[in-house]
């Protein structure tokens, strides 16, 4: 098949083009977001390849259609940047990357928990300078503190696993609690993980339900001093909210991996323009916010399974056999392909 990759970077067609054995697909790179505007640039294509920050909604999907392509592979677990209704109408096949490391994402939210704790990236930048003060590094024991995992799916339980093992109590809330929790795991309703959790870390997919599952009445709802964790989608935290919780001080430390706006900021360098997006610029000031852009899936093993299961995807697209990872739209089925709970228009 000929597939146009979107936004590709080195490593993905580095990782892409060794998972294409002896050359079976013709893999055209383009290092340009998939948008309205670029979507031209598939014509002729049999699909496309696409990333977190793509943009496939009816628009695109429609041009996608017309100038040939009926498949989207997603590079990715998540697929809210999908319009399934649309994709579903048009009869184009949208296939993911159900799991490719849940230990690359929850180790990445452990780094940014113990970094924001004990204040690494300050002690790195001081102690580069000869300033070998402690003030304002002060961290707390983890052992004995409670955790609050929000969504319990392979991310979080591996997540919690961690924590455990410091020491923590566990709490988790998911709608659809999961079987494979261990004991240690104590369910509860959300504004009870809110009000005792001294640390939150959320491993939910974006979904209507939980855009802006961290607003103001959450965070009213949460210890002071609290720290919030943010691996799943950007979307799920009110970015205006919580840098009123910063400025008031209810909340203690922020870790960020991801953010509502990154479609225009992640994954490019833009080190040499002006960054006009003001909300973002001001979580940057913060000395108890630690952001990092959207890399929290970026690891050897990550990349190479995101590899090997798109190019199978498309093989068992263009063969018909074989396991294909397909998601198919909640209206058209009660769940997708892998059984996966998180199917929404
Ligand atoms: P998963 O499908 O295994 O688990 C998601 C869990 O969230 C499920 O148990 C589901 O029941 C639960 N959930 C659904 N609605 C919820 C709600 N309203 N409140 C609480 N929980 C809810 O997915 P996963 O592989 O563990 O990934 C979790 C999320 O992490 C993905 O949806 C994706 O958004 C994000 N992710 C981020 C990166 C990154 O690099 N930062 C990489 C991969 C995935």
Known sequence: ?????????????????????????????????????????????????????????????????????????LRSAGFNHVDLAAAARLGMTIVRVPAYSPHA???????????????????????REGNFSLDGLLGFDLNGKTVGVVGTGQIGLIFADIMHGFGCQMLAYDPFPNSDAKPFIKYVPLPTLFSKADIISLHCPLTPDTH?????????????????LNTGRGRVVDT????????????????????????????????????????????????????TGHQAFFTTEALTNIAETTLANIDAFESGEGAMHQVLNAKCAPQDADGARTAFE
């Open 212 to 228: 802006h599952l961290i607003n103001s009445d959450a965070i009213a709802q949460m210890k002071a001093g609290v720290m919030i």
């Open 1 to 73: 098949m000929r597939i146009a990759v979107f936004s590709s970077k080195p490593y993905d067609r580095i990782f892409l083009t060794r998972a294409n054995t002896a050359g079976k697909h013709t893999l055209s790179f383009f290092d340009t977001r998939l948008t309205a505007d670029t979507a031209f640039m598939a014509k002729g294509f049999d699909g496309v390849c696409a990333f977190v920050n793509d943009c496939l909604d009816a628009a695109v999907l429609e041009m996608l259609y017309k100038s040939g392509s009926r498949l989207v592979a």
């Open 105 to 127: 994402v929850a180790e990445h939210a452990v780094a940014l928990l113990l970094s924001l704790n004990r204040m690494t990236y300050r002690a790195y930048n001081r102690v």
């Open 240 to 291: 205006q909210a919580v840098i009123a919780g910063l400025k008031s001080g209810k909340i203690g430390r922020l870790g960020l991996d991801v953010y509502e706006e990154e479609e225009q900021l992640f994954f490019e360098d833009l080190s040499e323009q002006v960054i006009s997006d003001d909300q973002f610029m001001r979580l940057t000031t913060f000395h108890n916010v630690l952001i």
